[in-house]
């Protein structure tokens, strides 16, 4: 079955502090994998996209991610984290015929 | 560039009454459009995709349907809204069902059945 996992439903770190956000996929292949940022009662921001090549990608905001195929993970981080950083994450994937799947989502909080 | 628009923005709804939320897109022709529901605390189930006029594929069974009367506006509605009908209705928009096409989204709107 397809999906996507994202274990911690909620992270908190201090301003400053690095961070990284766990998101494990399961996929019959290669996926084309993503991370959105969601700000409170907003829509959702693209923050990277990894499809082939460099398993580092780099994104907005200061984010990068890395896909690890033997892991069947991808996981996002920031070297030193900003109170406007506070949002709900997902990851997720593109299927065929265009449709995606997401994770439920991490959500942030940035303590001062 | 392109945009995508939701209205409303909030809307509060009685159990039992009808719902229409419209979705536009400007500065793009042929898209696929797609409505996703987000339950408070959840991630986002995908409701209705389309990747043409009058082409709507659905997801889950539910008690909404969606229609894409033109090219680039994509409609959600009920008959008689239920309260698990409740959530954050988000349309996206992808330039084509291509396995790396970005997905983009609009606003939302704050759907509250009481």
């Known amino acids: 079955a397809q999906s996507v996992t994202q274990p911690d439903i909620h992270i908190t770190v201090s301003e400053g502090a690095s961070l990284e956000l766990r998101c494990n996929y399961s996929y019959g292949a290669t996926p084309y994998l993503f991370w959105y940022v969601q700000s409170p009662g907003q829509g959702l921001q693209l923050l990277l996209k990894?499809?082939?090549?460099?398993?580092l990608v780099q994104g907005i905001k200061g984010f990068e991610a890395e896909f690890k195929r033997s892991q069947s993970s991808f996981n996002l981080r920031k070297p030193s984290v900003h109170w406007s950083d506070a949002a709900e994450y997902f990851c997720g994937f593109n299927t065929n015929a265009g449709k995606s799947t997401f994770g439920d989502g991490t959500t942030l909080t940035v303590k001062p | 560039s392109q945009t995508i628009h939701q209205w409303p923005a909030t809307l509060v709804q009685p159990v039992g009454s009808p719902l229409s939320l419209e979705c536009t897109v400007e500065g793009t022709s042929n898209p696929n459009l797609y409505w996703y529901r987000q339950a408070a605390g959840r991630g986002l189930q995908l409701l209705f995709y389309s990747v043409g006029i009058g082409q709507i594929s659905s997801e889950v069974p539910q008690n909404l349907s969606a229609s894409r009367p033109q090219d680039r506006q994509f409609i959600l509605s009920s008959k008689k809204l239920l309260l698990s009908d409740s959530g954050f209705y988000l349309c996206?928009?992808?330039?084509?069902?291509?396995?790396?096409?970005?997905?983009?989204f609009g606003p939302g709107t704050r759907l509250t059945v009481l």
């Open positions: 990894y499809f082939s090549g460099d398993t």
């Open positions: 996206a928009w992808s330039p084509s069902g291509a396995l790396g096409d970005t997905q983009y």
